[in-house]
């Protein structure tokens, strides 16, 4: 009787734990998968991998990469993130055989990309795959020539003199500099992608547009969870229908600005015009296969706004907080400065402020020490072999490329955590053609909109410099503090500068 009473117990005991180890071998099931293919790589923790350290919000994971990078030596290493394997390159050869020379293996990126979750972030240039990436960015390519930023030009000026205009409020106090370089590409942005004004600097209250966009870039958990989903565990966004960002604000505008510019034929030279121009051009060419309807043109004006406004935002305002600590860099920017515009109410020109080469290195200096994205990432579209070292890349293997490690790396940046912009007086080119200087990514799924971004600091930069200069003060961070649960370079406490009047 004792007997027929434990039987069932004990069944129970053992199926539980037969499903415990079923589900601890599946878990594991790739624990070897660098090793037996002879990749240097480290050892992952039980289930998260290689990644507890961002998981649990003591790493940003951009330096938690580039603390990785450091460990090893060789061309490439191995991670596992919730157990599927990574192989992250570090030389630079191999970077560029993957996204340039052999790019059509590795075309697509690893992020999720489920137009059902998420129409917006399914139809973006940023994650769409291809052939249908291929012919929208061969389109869209239109958009972003000089000729067509130019026509734009006027639109930065305009939002530069309204920076300027309101700095002039302020005198040998301390402002919140991030802030301040988010009011003024919030203004860039509603004017360039949605055509609209979104008075960031004149209204007494914070302007709407101002405040979505702030909002947007705010890290919670629940932001990062889904940011991560979408980076590494697309099962997760198709299961749970995550929305990468809530575009519901940003939809609504364009299509009301979309409208009315469609009946009035009120022309502006901005993006609200030049996507509707690609949109023509779809429709000419019925053969690609390809749709670019009404949801594709909001998702690509708001793919270009999160891309533009943040990082553009964050270059200015790291740009303006590397100078406050190094008043001769400031000096030398000033001086040419004065030199191109000697004139302190001459406009702000287009040409000349391509000329000016020490803005150039302060910002690639800029944006070596604070790139945007963390990480390239590529997806294996069929079996690959590195031809140096005989490294089968299997189909479908998921391809990192550690910014962050390989713009601190001393062997390409001497002294890599000082700011030098004399590192750039050659240029980016050199170092861009070496794959170990990638702050708008590499190949030909790099940034589409690189230039109109550092047009647009530029713009900022200069009208700031003309006429006020900053400083640190004792609420400023040195060195900074990142917030770990942002994937993006983000100063936990901000960036606090005083300003002075030249």
């Known amino acids: 009787m004792l007997l027929n009473l434990l039987l069932p117990n004990w069944i129970t005991i053992f199926l539980f734990l037969l499903i415990l180890l079923l589900c601890y071998s599946y878990i594991t099931r790739n624990d070897n998968y660098w090793k037996i293919r002879n990749v240097p790589y480290e050892k992952p923790y039980f289930l998260v991998g290689n990644f507890w350290e961002v998981f649990s919000g003591k790493k940003q994971i951009g330096k938690h990469l580039g603390h990785l990078y450091n460990k090893f030596t060789g061309p490439y290493f191995g991670i596992f993130v919730w157990g599927k394997p990574y192989l992250v390159i570090r030389g630079p050869d191999i970077i560029k055989q993957i996204t340039i020379r052999d790019f059509n293996n590795f075309v697509d990126r690893t992020f999720a990309c489920d137009k059902e979750a998420d129409d917006m972030s399914g139809n973006s240039l940023f994650i769409i795959r291809n052939p249908d990436w291929r012919n929208i960015r061969n389109k869209l ?211 000349k402020i391509q000329q000016m080469q020490y803005l150039d290195m ?52 001497p002294e890599p955590d000082k700011f030098e912009p004399e590192r750039f007086r050659d240029g980016t080119k050199t170092l861009s053609n070496s794959c170990v200087y990638m702050p708008f990514g590499m190949g030909p799924r790099n940034c589409i909109g690189d230039r109109f971004g550092q047009i647009c600091a530029k713009v900022g930069l200069v009208h700031f410099l003309r006429k006020f200069k900053v400083e640190k003060c004792h609420l400023t961070q040195e060195p900074l503090v990142l917030d770990p649960k942002s994937p993006f370079i983000t100063p936990i406490h901000g960036l606090q500068l005083k300003i002075k009047k030249v």
């Open 362 to 413: 302060v910002l690639s200096e800029t944006l070596r020490r604070y790139p945007f994205g963390p990480f390239l990432n590529r997806n294996c579209k069929e079996d690959y072999v590195i031809e140096e070292t005989g490294l089968k890349i299997e189909k479908g293997t998921a391809i990192l490329i550690p910014i962050d490690g390989l713009h601190f790396d001393p062997v390409y940046f």
């Open 141 to 351: 390519s239109s958009i972003f020539t000089s000729g067509k930023i130019k026509n734009m030009y006027p639109l930065m000026v305009n939002t530069a003199e309204n920076l300027q205009k309101y700095l002039e409020n302020f005198d040998n106090e301390i402002l919140e500099i991030k802030e301040v370089s988010g009011k003024y590409m919030t203004d860039l942005v509603a004017s360039c992608f949605f055509g609209i004004e979104s008075n960031s600097f004149t209204g007494k209250e914070e302007a709407v547009f101002r405040r979505v966009c702030r909002e947007m870039f705010e890290m919670d958990i629940s932001q990062s969870f889904r940011l991560f989903s979408y980076f590494f565990v697309p099962k997760l966004v198709s299961l749970f229908k995550f929305k990468l960002f809530d575009t519901s604000y940003f939809r609504q505008v364009f299509l009301e600005t979309l409208s009315e510019r469609e009946k009035s034929g009120i022309k502006r030279n901005d993006f609200v015009d030049l996507l509707i121009h690609v949109r023509d051009m779809f429709q000419e060419d019925e053969k690609n296969g390809t749709k670019f309807d009404t949801t594709c043109m909001v998702a690509q004006a708001i793919t270009f706004f999160t891309a533009g406004f943040e990082t553009t935002s964050n270059l200015l305002a790291f740009a303006l907080y590397e100078l406050s600590l190094r008043q001769d860099c400031q000096k030398t920017l000033r001086e040419e400065i004065y030199e191109y515009f000697p004139d302190s109410t001459a406009s702000i020109t287009f040409d």
